[in-house]
């Protein structure tokens, strides 16, 4: 199967990133969202990232244009009707990833492949809520996705090789490397490392050092080019804290146990960039 347009769920941080990536490409793209104010706010996103490269002289003005031309938005699942690859970018929660994926099935037009950008919940699962599981698929991007080179292709037990085959020349396409990943709590990166997160926050919360000390120790140790307290800040504190809770539902080993302060950090709204305050304060 030959993949010509791209549909995506979520014009968030994770959605517009990849609605970006793809219309570079030279797809065109539908991104959809429950909210108009969504919508706006994550055109406005690309456009501004575009801008950069402009700036930069990476991109011309008129590339630039011509990237933009390629997004249409909508309001309801019904725009993606003629979508050939569906990439769900909704918030981490799975009775609402699984709501959604019922109603891209009966949107979605026959032979489409529908992917979720999930960082941790089961695509086996997800595809079950469908009635073309063959064609359900993980698609993880990571942030930022016009940056970031590394996209899990993640299996579930139900897809099938032509699925596959066409989603990973689809990623290709896009200039990003594919890594193939069997359907597991968290895949491969995220199994790796929110677990550091995780143990960063117990670290911070037993006094062993500040959460600029922690990040220094790690970033120059280690050679991470950003600290693990400042990287929960970007992805999100209540995105890390989901990863775990995934993390320790699926594998019902402590080790993966969310660290209190974290829960108390998402109970008191402290969810790092986007919120203004995590563990640093912005």
Do not use: W
Not at 50 to 71: G, N, Q
Not at 134 to 145: A, E, L, Q, T
């Amino acid at each position: 199967m030959e993949i010509r347009t791209i549909g995506v769920v979520g014009a968030g941080t994770m959605g517009n990133g990849i609605a970006q990536a793809f219309a570079v490409a030279g797809y065109p793209v539908v991104m959809t969202d429950v909210a108009q104010p969504a919508l706006d706010r994550g055109l406005k996103t690309v456009d501004s990232s575009l801008e950069r490269l402009v700036k930069k002289e990476k991109m011309t003005a008129a590339d630039k244009a011509t990237v933009l031309s390629r997004i249409r938005t909508g309001l309801d699942l019904g725009a993606l009707a003629e979508a050939d690859l569906i990439v769900e970018a909704a918030t981490e929660n799975l009775p609402l990833k699984l709501d959604i994926f019922a109603r891209l099935d009966a949107a979605a037009k026959p032979g489409a492949i529908i992917a979720s950008n999930t960082s941790s919940i089961s695509i086996t699962k997800l595809a079950a809520a469908t009635k073309r599981p063959d064609r359900v698929i993980g698609m993880h991007f990571f942030n930022p996705v016009p940056v970031m080179a590394l996209v899990e292709l993640i299996r579930g037990l139900q897809t099938s090789e032509d699925t596959y085959a066409a989603v990973e020349a689809a990623t290709k396409a896009v200039g990003k490397s594919p890594v193939q990943v069997k359907n597991s709590p968290g895949f491969v990166v995220n199994r790796l490392l929110c677990p550091m997160i995780n143990e960063a926050v117990f670290a911070l919360s037993e006094g062993l050092a500040t959460p600029q000390q922690i990040d220094d120790a790690m970033r120059l140790g280690c050679n991470h080019p950003i600290g693990p307290l400042a990287l929960c800040d970007l992805i999100g504190v209540d995105v890390q804290l989901a990863v775990m809770q995934v993390l320790f539902e699926g594998f019902k080993d402590s080790k993966y146990r969310p660290a209190p302060l974290l829960v108390e950090m998402v109970e008191a709204g402290y969810l790092g960039r986007k919120t203004g305050r995590g563990f640093y304060t912005y």
